[in-house]
């Protein structure tokens, strides 16, 4: 009996062992099994999160990169970039200047740093990545690895740039706005006093017959007052207070009357030639629109001609 007692006592006694045993190996199993899920949940969210993760040694060598770093970069799976060192051989020489600057940085003080450059993918495509690196110590408080956390923000970029481009076209609009409105005013006064000169010429000449000595300079400036102000009108339309007035003209006829102008324009060191073609077609255009043409392509022809040469109108159908 006492002999059936020990053998039950020492049953029991590996019963409860076994058991004990068993339920330390269920719990480190649970524990593996949590550890394996948490492991497998962090990796799917570093896979699908929208910004790029990657790892860096000490020596700036790439450990991982999560899957959308690939897909940024437009780099294929079967391209080998670990253990190759970062940042990447394809990116521009002043990304990979910034970037490295960036991680002896951290690597040397320990601290976090961001850095917003442009660069680009594989493939050659812009990109903006907005990057903020990360130190990472071991158990002896010193930097192990560097993690290199980057967002593409290109399209951010685009449309900070769409917008600047409009804000600039918009002052350019507002600063033509202010000189249409100053060329206005000084073509009013401008205009005034031409007024005054043509006036008093054409008294002038009410008193001076074609035989009087003075009447080829009083024609000559009643001519040359008509001109300014068919220029004048030239700086209203551009003010947009007076339209364009087009009419049927003969261009030999409007471009005759400017040679004397021209040549002085362009300076005696320059041969001006005309050769009018015969029976020319009429055309409709406001007159003093062909003064401004022929005046900037005879002052662009003079400074593109070194010292003497030549310069040629002619007209033709």
């Known amino acids: 009996m006492t002999h059936l007692k020990q053998l039950i006592s020492e049953f029991k006694a590996s ?25 497998r949940r962090n990796q799917a969210l570093l896979d699908y999160s929208p910004v ?3 790892i860096v040694d000490f020596d700036f060598n790439l450990q991982y990169m999560s899957d959308s770093g690939f897909k940024m970069l437009n780099i294929d799976d079967n391209i080998e970039v670990y253990g190759k060192p970062y940042p990447f051989y394809f990116f521009p020489e002043a990304f990979k200047k910034a970037m490295i600057e960036n991680l002896k940085m951290v690597r040397e003080t320990g601290e976090a740093t961001t850095l917003e450059a442009l660069t680009n993918d594989i493939e050659g495509n812009d990109v903006w990545l907005d990057s903020s690196l990360i130190p990472v110590f071991d158990e002896e408080g010193k930097i192990d690895l560097i993690t290199v956390v980057s967002d593409d923000i290109t399209q951010r970029k685009q449309e900070e740039k769409g917008k600047e481009l409009i804000e600039t076209q918009l002052q350019q609009s507002q600063k033509m706005e202010s000189i249409g409105k100053l060329a206005g005013g000084v073509a009013h006064d401008f205009n005034n006093m031409l007024g005054v000169i043509l006036g008093h010429t054409e008294l002038a000449l009410l008193q001076a017959d074609e035989n009087h000595d003075l009447y080829p300079d009083l024609k000559e400036i009643q ?15 551009f003010a947009r207070k007076q339209t364009i007035s087009p009419k049927q003209l003969n261009l030999n006829d409007t471009v005759e009357s ?46 593109a001609i070194a010292r003497v040469g030549k310069l040629t109108i002619q007209t033709g159908r």
Do not use: F, Y
């Open 15 to 39: 019963i409860e062992k076994d058991l004990e045993l068993l339920c330390q190996t269920t719990e480190q199993k649970l524990q593996e099994n949590q550890i394996d899920s948490l492991r």
């Open 258 to 303: 400017m040679l004397n102008m021209l040549r002085r324009l362009i300076g005696e060191d320059i041969d001006l030639s005309w050769n009018p073609a015969k029976r020319l077609w009429p055309v409709k255009m406001d007159p003093t629109q062909i003064d401004q043409i022929l005046a900037n392509l005879c002052v662009n022809a003079r400074d």
């Open 223 to 237: 001519k040359s007052a008509t001109r300014s102000a068919d220029i004048t009108k030239q700086l209203l339309a």
């Open 52 to 54: 790029c993760h990657k």
